[in-house]
């Protein structure tokens, strides 16, 4: 019985990892869609956009079918009480890492935006950047080493001064991201993207791509008071 339990609970987190991987893939499509941007392109662009649109799909479509072969794998792994606990030790590592509970390491991309005489940067500005970076698959992000989670808040209250998770930060903004470095330098330094949007704007921002990032965990609370299971 407990063993039918543990392939039951790891067979329900691949499922619910499955459908927020297609969820996250439907609304990237949604937002990065230009309808007005796609009527004025030409055959070939058409035609560029389209072949990358549908690596995008293939991309997608090779994740769920190792996450199905995952399974199957857990299927054949759980013959005794000490393979499901150690199948489930490394599920909790996953899942720690996704919440932001753990340290993290790895290549990505380091972006620091400062106040000058002209403009300060906001949080508007801020928040645009986390966005950008999520799109393009950063898998860790944190804003002057305070790790940015689904919970993080991110709220102006003086003209220089911003909270993030509920502690007050200043400028210069460090922005770290942990992913693909060229992946994610493409996606602000785009024509017309994050980069070129905050210039025009007279702002100053500058990046650097790294093979060695650490970002620390969240240190807040995840404790949930409302929500129940039914």
Request: some cysteine; proline content about 0%; glycine content about 4%.
């Amino acid at each position: 019985m407990k063993k039918e339990k543990v392939i039951l609970s790891i067979s329900i987190g691949c499922t619910a990892l499955i459908l927020t991987m297609v969820m996250f893939t439907q609304f990237k499509t949604i937002e990065q869609t230009d309808i007005v941007a796609i009527e004025t392109m030409r055959e070939t662009e058409l035609r560029t956009e389209l072949a990358d649109w549908k690596a995008k799909y293939n991309e997608v479509q090779t994740k769920l079918e190792d996450t199905n072969h995952k399974l199957e794998e857990y299927h054949t792994q759980i013959t005794s009480e000490e393979n499901a606990v150690e199948l489930l030790k490394q599920e909790l590592n996953e899942a720690n890492k996704f919440l932001g509970c753990t340290d993290v390491q790895g290549e990505g991309i380091v972006i620091t935006l400062e106040d000058n005489s002209f403009k300060n940067i906001d949080t508007s500005d801020l928040i645009s950047l986390i966005n950008e970076l999520k799109l393009a698959d950063a898998e860790a992000i944190s804003i002057n080493d305070e790790r940015v989670v689904s919970r993080t808040d991110i709220a102006l209250i003086s003209n220089r001064i911003i909270l993030v998770n509920g502690k007050r930060i200043s400028g210069p903004y460090v922005v770290k991201a942990i992913g693909d470095k060229k992946y994610l330098e493409s996606a602000i330094t785009i024509k017309g993207g994050f980069l070129d949007l905050l210039k025009v704007d007279e702002k100053t921002i500058s990046y650097k791509t790294e093979d060695h990032i650490v970002i620390e965990k969240y240190q807040g609370d995840m404790k949930i008071d409302y929500m129940n299971r039914m």
